[in-house]
């Protein structure tokens, strides 16, 4: 369970960063 939850946070986390690059471009 923990290994799922880090995996799924590593995506939020870099999905977040995306959209927040995107936005400030």
Not at 2 to 25: H, Q, R, W
Request: hydrophobic share 45%; glycine share 8%.
């Amino acid at each position: 369970m923990p290994a799922d939850i880090s995996s799924i946070s590593l995506v939020e986390g870099i999905g977040l960063s995306t959209i927040f690059e995107k936005i400030n471009n």
